[in-house]
């Protein structure tokens, strides 16, 4: 299984960017899809989540109302289009793959495939 996040990239506050993770050697609907972040010196945190079998979508509190995450079945390919960007939302941003439950959406264990990270800046 491979995850090939890109669209990462420099943009100022209040400005909008496109994140994309394409996967290849995963056909399993089960396995839901997620993006988490992680800024300098924090921890890795939870952005967004949904179930690629269509359902459940979940947000981060602090991204709800900004954030979207979409799929693209066809494409095996899972988005993250991101608006009204915060200095705060600077981090590197990975997309993850697993078989999560409502309970374990926010939880870096529960995903065992991951992207390489792609890096947002967000410039005030």
């Known amino acids: 299984v491979q995850l090939q996040a890109s669209g990462g990239g420099l943009v100022q506050t209040g400005g909008s960017l496109r994140l994309t993770c394409a996967a290849s050697?995963?056909?399993?609907?089960?396995?839901?899809r997620g993006w988490f972040r992680q800024a300098p010196g924090k921890e890795r945190e939870f952005v967004a989540a949904?179930?690629?079998?269509?359902?459940?979508?979940w947000y981060a509190d602090s991204v709800k109302g900004r954030f979207t995450i979409s799929r693209d079945i066809a494409k095996n390919t899972v988005y993250l289009q991101m608006n009204s960007l915060k200095a705060e939302d600077t981090a590197v941003y990975y997309c993850?793959?697993?078989?999560?439950?409502?309970?374990?959406?926010?939880?870096?264990?529960?995903?065992?495939?991951w992207g390489q990270g792609t890096l947002v800046t967000v410039s005030s």
């Open positions: 993850a793959a697993g078989r999560i439950i409502a309970s374990t959406r926010a939880s870096p264990s529960a995903y065992p495939y």
């Open positions: 050697g995963l056909a399993d609907s089960s396995y839901s």
């Open positions: 949904t179930r690629w079998s269509g359902g459940n979508i």
